[in-house]
């Protein structure tokens, strides 16, 4: 049996969480054209006759500029120590030497594939320039072209990758899907409409920190807070006479329903805490240890 930990890195949007959910056929990590949307090292574990492949999402890489962006690049370290294959993931639209920079910084001590992202309307000559440009790079093992979304080249990814991993006994209980408890998904489900819903510095100065998770026999009832750092965001979420919150809500309460499959109440609450996003207290409260 192939069993292993295949850890996707890249860039922010290059399409991981994209690639991640197209292995996994479900919705574990949320997406959004905003960049640094992934926040965390998710975990979605695939298991099927012959095979268990636990793929690990991490956060874009970037140059931390507070505590956060330090806990989120510390997801990407811990995700590099424990992998048996690396996917370098490109968008193939972005600036091809600056992810050679990165991964060439990553001193991967594992094979890589490196995967081109989002080749679907591109010439076979723009496709075989990011080809050449790549190859023969001392961190790439095989170059593998997909398009996430639309899940092209998907399976013949994941056959390559299987091709990478050793024999073993699996990990986890076949059943599982993520190693991750529900309330984080909750979390997260919330947070990518505020990053659908609000515009410019809104979605990166936001957490969310779900207070009750509690199945009652006809629903379950969510209670969350919504932390931001100044009185002006907080207006900004509220929206005028309430408008923005209920509209936040509503989407909120429709993705969790489709996620856990049962109806649901939720609350939301929209609270300050100045500078959070450099504060050790709060980043463990709010999850990120």
């Known amino acids: 049996m192939k069993v292993g930990f295949v850890n996707i890195f890249g860039k922010p949007n290059a399409g991981k ?28 574990i695939l298991s ?20 956060l962006h330090q ?27 600056e992810s050679d920079a990165i991964f060439s910084a990553l001193r991967l001590r594992v094979p890589a594939l490196l995967v081109l992202n989002k080749i679907e309307g591109l010439s076979p000559a723009r ?10 790079k001392p961190y790439v093992k095989e170059i593998v072209t997909v398009s ?14 299987l091709s990478f991993l050793p024999e073993g006994e699996p990990f986890f ?3 599982n899907l993520t190693d991750l408890p529900t309330r984080f998904f909750v979390g997260e489900l919330i947070r990518e409409q ?12 936001t957490a969310v920190l779900v207070q009750e998770f509690k199945e009652k026999s006809t629903l379950i009832k969510i209670q969350a807070d919504i932390i ?30 489709k996620f856990l499959g049962q109806k649901v109440f939720l609350e939301l609450f929209v609270k300050v805490r100045p500078k959070w996003r450099d504060n050790e207290l709060y980043l463990r409260e709010y999850g990120y240890n």
């Open 17 to 44: 969480s994209t690639l991640l959910n197209a292995f996994m056929g479900e919705k574990l990590a949320i997406v959004s054209p905003k960049v640094q949307t992934t926040r965390h090292r998710i975990k979605g």
């Open 48 to 67: 099927e006759p012959g095979y268990q492949v636990i793929f690990s999402d991490t956060p874009g890489i970037i140059e931390p500029k507070y505590k």
């Open 71 to 97: 806990k989120m690049m510390h997801a990407v370290k811990s995700a590099l120590e424990d992998a048996d294959l690396a996917l370098l993931m490109v968008d193939i639209y972005d600036d091809w030497a």
């Open 127 to 136: 496709v075989e320039e990011a080809r050449q440009f790549f190859s023969g």
């Open 148 to 161: 996430a979304l639309h899940k092209t080249g998907v399976e013949k990814l994941l056959q390559k990758i």
């Open 173 to 175: 209980d076949e059943e």
């Open 194 to 205: 505020i990053y659908q819903l609000y515009q410019d510095e809104i979605p990166y100065h």
């Open 228 to 257: 931001v750092q100044r009185d002006t965001q907080k207006g900004i979420i509220l929206g005028e006479k309430g408008k923005g919150i209920k509209d936040l809500g509503t989407r909120s309460r429709q993705e969790i329903e």
